[in-house]
């Protein structure tokens, strides 16, 4: 048995399990969900945060909001793409336009670090991946032109056997997305929503008084790369609770 004919005989077993079905359903709605307030708030020519321009993604957004007929044409494809998600016929177009738009918010949520969508923008990254993944018999013909056409069990055909390995390995994965994030951010430095609560985290730094002017340094606008490289080759001071409380970490 080829490659081709594997993962259509995987794919056959999803299709037939009634609640995979459900879950499909499922995750299209809370996808569109996603998608459609972010959306309509560009259509609307309306600015997407309150961040300040001087932080990293605040700076990012504040352009994008300029950039003329560019930003309520993202908010269209978004708005696009929810509807055609949530019509059984159109999912698949839908997803393959959200999948891209979903990706983007995913990476600048890592290389800017920001906390809002920090988590979310991947899980829905993977959300997107299976519902590719369940129209595999409709996608196949990219990676293989001359297969066969796929056979789908009709509704008649589905089994109500509830597929616990199936669920018990998506909440591994959404628990280990949320561990490895928790991981790789945890003990690094975050800009947060303001300067306020990017200086609480200085209270356990090892180099308090060069995080609190990394922390000022991000929200006044200068580059990120650039306060890195400050904070990095800063002198390391260690101070004491009374030190501590005297730069206003605990008043905040």
Known sequence: MNLSSRLDSIHFKARQN???????????????????????????????????????????LEAFYHTGFYYPFVGVMQMTAAILLLIPRTSTVGVLIYFPIILNICLLSFAVRFDGSLLT????????????????????????????????PSRKELSIRFPLRFFAGSATTVLAVIALIFYMYHFKFMPRNDVAQCQQQCIDSKNPEACIRL?????????????MEEYNNSPKIVFGLDKLKQIKIFNL
Do not use: Q
Not at 36 to 45: A, I, M, T
Not at 215 to 227: E, F, L, Q
């Open 215 to 227: 922390c000022d340094c991000v929200h006044t606008g200068r580059s990120y790369n650039h306060c």
């Open 121 to 152: 923008s991947p899980l829905m990254v993977i959300a997107c991946l299976y519902l590719l993944c369940w129209d595999w018999h409709k996608l196949k013909f990219i990676f293989f032109p001359s297969a066969p056409k796929s056979v789908i």
């Open 18 to 60: 009634k609640w995979l079905w459900f879950f499909t359903i499922f995750t299209r709605i809370m996808l569109a969900l996603g998608f459609l307030p972010s959306g309509f708030v560009k259509v609307n020519n309306e600015r997407f945060t309150a961040l300040a321009t001087e932080h990293p993604m605040g700076s990012f």
